[in-house]
């Protein structure tokens, strides 16, 4: 009893001790970020946005190995910061984000317009539709809405942070098997929220699917992260420093 007691406790410290590191690095890359705008800009993070260290990690990703074709799905905080970097440091880059809610695409371009930087960001407009990818039945972005905005660009950076789950634990899951065939040869992917078990499963299915077309990627997950990845081709690491 008293081994089961102390076990306990200390996977309860263990938890504490992982996430006092978490706000320690969202709170050092969110004083990074904000560097990129004015003095009193607020920056629009909600529940909903990518972690500040999630972002330095993609800010890290564009620098050292020189990403420059970028689609997000899942407009954002992340897509103005983005943006923003990109316009700074004259970087011949371009994000295309993908967005269902009007409303909110429509707020994210103001933000953009706001902060000088819409030249290097594109908001499509993908309505959520009943869509079937590789044994996936369920909603995901209209794929027409999608393919007539892309047309034939290739991405070597992807960030998966939509559509909500709050439907379907697994509704991310189509868009790796989407975009696989529209991937430079060497290509990075990122997929947020990996500490809830949807996309825990996610990430596992989309490891089987990289495996059964034949696609060499490498599978980083850590369970101290909130975000996963999987990456192909060379690239150097680009993980932000951990504290």
């Known amino acids: 009893m008293a081994l089961t007691k102390k076990l306990k406790e200390l ?26 705008f004015p003095e009193h800009a607020i920056l629009p993070f909600t529940p909903f946005s ?6 330095l990690h993609v800010i890290n990703e564009i620098q050292i190995n020189k990403r420059n074709s970028i689609i997000e799905f899942g407009a954002g905080v992340s897509t103005i910061i983005l943006a923003r970097f990109l316009m700074l440091n004259k970087m011949d880059a371009k ?19 706001k902060y ?16 079937q990818i590789n ?14 905005s892309i047309g034939d660009t ?27 065939d529209r991937l430079k040869a060497s290509f990075i992917v990122f997929l947020d929220d990996i ?3 949807g996309e ?7 490891e089987t699917y990289a495996l059964n077309t034949g696609k060499k990627c490498k599978f980083h997950f850590n369970d101290k992260k909130v975000y996963a990845w999987l990456s192909s081709g060379d690239g150097f690491s680009s993980a932000p420093m951990s504290y």
Not at 200 to 206: C, G, P, S
Request: hydrophobic share 45%; aromatic share 12%.
């Open 200 to 206: 825990r499963r996610i990430f596992k299915n989309w």
């Open 154 to 180: 290739l991405f070597d950076l992807v960030i998966v942070d939509g559509p909500s789950a709050a439907e379907n634990a697994e509704v991310r899951f189509p868009a790796f098997p989407f975009i696989i």
């Open 195 to 197: 500490r809830r078990e």
């Open 135 to 148: 044994g996936y039945d369920g909603r995901w972005y209209d794929t027409d809405s999608l393919e007539n």
């Open 11 to 36: 996977g309860l410290l263990s938890t504490y001790t992982n996430k006092l590191s978490r706000n320690t690095g969202d709170t050092l890359a969110s004083l990074l970020v904000h560097r990129f």
């Open 50 to 55: 990518l972690n500040p260290n999630t972002i």
């Open 95 to 113: 994000i295309v984000a993908v967005e269902h809610n009007a409303d909110w695409a429509e707020f994210i371009q103001n933000e953009l317009i």
């Open 116 to 131: 000088e930087c819409a030249n290097f960001a594109k908001i499509i407009v993908a309505p959520l539709n009943m869509t």
